[in-house]
């Protein structure tokens, strides 16, 4: 029996599971755009998606919001890091 979904159950599936390997999604984000949504962000940054909505809604990034998602830039991630690094 297909629920409700079908195909696209699956392809979020696809989407989830590629989610959860970092290593591959930072390559693609890489290689494919300069503007990160929040799960890439997340997945850019090896951290849970919560910790970038934190973030935004600190202010402690910049974003994008075209309609009702975000953008975030990959530069301002960068900055953001350099911000934060601990000097042991």
Same mark, same amino acid.
């Given at each position: 029996?297909?629920?409700?979904?079908?195909?696209?159950?699956?392809?979020?599936?696809?989407?989830?599971?590629?989610? *959860?390997?970092?290593?591959?999604?930072?390559?693609?984000?890489?290689?494919?755009?300069? *503007?990160?949504?929040?799960?890439?962000?997340?997945?850019?940054?090896?951290?849970?998606?919560?910790?970038?909505?934190?973030?935004?809604?600190?202010?402690?990034?910049?974003?994008?919001?075209?309609?009702?998602?975000?953008?975030?830039?990959?530069?301002?991630?960068?900055?953001?890091?350099?911000?934060?690094?601990?000097?042991?």
């Amino acid at each position: 029996m297909v629920g409700r979904g079908g195909s696209c159950d699956r392809d979020f599936k696809r989407q989830e599971i590629t989610a *959860l390997n970092p290593d591959r999604i930072a390559v693609t984000v890489k290689e494919a755009t300069r *503007l990160l949504t929040v799960p890439q962000a997340a997945a850019y940054l090896s951290c849970p998606v919560w910790t970038v909505r934190t973030l935004i809604w600190n202010r402690e990034i910049p974003v994008i919001k075209p309609g009702k998602g975000y953008l975030i830039d990959r530069q301002d991630l960068d900055r953001w890091i350099d911000r934060t690094k601990a000097t042991l």
